[in-house]
Nanobody, 123 residues
Framework: QVQLVESGGGLVQPGGSLRLSCAAS????????MAWYRQPPGKQRELVAA???????SYADSVKGRFTISRDNARNTVYLQMDSLEPEDTAVYYC?????????????????WGQGTQVTVSS
């Protein structure tokens, strides 16, 4: 199994910055992809950014040029640097990983989710 622990959310003014972190732990054999999703109030969860094991990153159009995703493979940690934040970025942000990890049935590939961290952009 894999546990994801997120940190770094909070309240920030428009134009400000925040950095989210997510550390994965457990009986991990390999992490294939790490990503950040968000769920604004009253809306569906959406993909914000993702990064593969070789460092290839992808972004939602709404955050391109403002957010940067990065990954520390040695620490099984993913970061999301969020700059030029806008009120529309207000949401609960969730860490997500596609990983091969040990279980009572042996090593299995599975998607895991963090508990979420609130990001509020408001003056």
């Amino acid at each position: 199994q894999v546990q994801l622990v997120e940190s770094g959310g909070g309240l920030v003014q428009p134009g400000g910055s925040l950095r989210l972190s997510c550390a994965a732990s457990g009986s991990i054999l390999s992490i294939i992809r790490m990503a950040w999703y968000r769920q604004p109030p009253g809306k569906q969860r959406e993909l914000v950014a993702a990064v593969t094991k070789d460092g290839t990153a992808s972004y939602a159009d709404s955050v391109k040029g403002r957010f940067t995703i990065s990954r520390d493979n040695a620490r099984n940690t993913v970061y999301l640097q969020m700059d030029s934040l806008e009120p529309e970025d207000t949401a609960v942000y969730y860490c997500n990983t596609d990983a091969i990890a040990g279980s009572e049935y042996g090593y299995r590939r599975k998607v895991y989710w963090g508990q979420g961290t609130q990001v509020t952009v408001s003056s």
